[in-house]
């Protein structure tokens, strides 16, 4: 495949952006890659994965209601300061995840669109899994219509959630 740059040489970089649910793919050759400053793995200037987290730790959430500075935020086992963690790009000890937890799921959410994982399930044999999953999912919206008081709708998945487990519990699923 040639460079979609210049369309002359051939295309040595596969680049894939994700901004906003939004997928961009393009291959370019490494001469343009270096014209457009596009940081090129395994050159001396190249790519580390440190640095992106480092720049991708520094975002500072516009509607933040995070009460600490980065520069206070302090891990009480090991240590370690949220600026040393954004610049090293790597936690000190465990404990760190519960004492940056208010900073990282942002982060997580702002780099993964969710900060929970749900992982894949095989279609022909995560029968079980994908049931349980929809019962949950089925439960969390009956709690929300609950609370905005939507009673005939939460009265109908009720019932939803009642013929998924009659399913779940009675047959080989």
Known sequence: MLCQECNK????????????????????????????????????????????????????PSHSTIGAKPQTLRCDNCGLTYSQFSKLGRFGCSSCYEHFSERLDPLFKRVHGNNVHVGKVPKRTGGLIQYKREIDKLKNDMQMRIA??????????????????????????
């Open 148 to 173: 905005r008081e939507e009673f005939e709708q939460a009265a109908k998945i009720r019932d939803q959630i009642r013929e998924l487990e009659t399913k779940l519990n009675g047959s080989n699923v």
């Open 9 to 60: 040489k051939p295309a040595t970089l596969h680049f894939t952006k994700i901004i906003n649910g939004e997928k961009t793919e393009f291959r370019i050759c490494e001469s343009c890659a270096r014209e457009k400053g596009e940081l090129i793995p395994g050159t001396p200037n190249g790519f580390s994965i440190h640095n992106l987290l480092s720049g991708l730790l520094d975002f500072e």
